[in-house]
């Protein structure tokens, strides 16, 4: 899995509007209605995240999820981290 | 709930030496073998958050779990979160 260049990545994103490319990685922040919701869509994610065996690094406040993707390995951004993006977009627009 | 002076934290804190005193918060970093292990752990803190109605800034990197405690009505660190320390202590003793 090689890293994606800028242009790749920006072009990429045309197609997930929630996320932003910054600091080598993509980031993503959800607002649920409660803790709850937000912790059930966490469950969910981990799940994606365990059969991806790729993890993000995401913080949780109440009902607000924030998620940073990269591929460590890489050094950036990969085609893992969209796959992944994808998988929590699904998870999200229902929960959301 | 009112916010404790530094020196009731720090006297608390010498029960709790997983957790440090800074920046208006008490703060701890947990390891665990995996992100399954880790994940089942922070599964347990929320139910246990949602029972206290007291929720934390935590943050995940596949096996390490970051948990900052503050209580936002006070302006500070209160009894609840070192109420909720002590439930965080006993779950990742178990599973850490």
């Known amino acids: 899995m090689?890293?994606?260049?800028?242009?790749?990545?920006?072009?990429?994103?045309?197609?997930?509007?929630?996320?932003?490319?910054?600091?080598?990685?993509?980031?993503?922040?959800?607002e649920f209605d409660n803790f709850r919701d937000c912790f059930s869509a966490m469950s969910r994610i981990a799940f994606e995240c365990e059969s991806l065996n790729h993890h993000p690094e995401w913080t949780n406040v109440y009902n607000i999820l924030s998620i940073s993707l990269s591929t460590h390995d890489a050094g950036g951004v990969t085609n893992k981290d969209f796959q992944l993006a994808e998988a929590i977009e699904m998870i999200v627009e229902v929960q959301e």
Chains 1, 2 share one sequence.
């Open 2 to 30: 090689s890293k994606l260049s800028e242009q790749d990545i920006e072009k990429k994103l045309l197609r997930f509007p929630d996320w932003e490319y910054y600091e080598n990685a993509i980031h993503a922040e959800f």
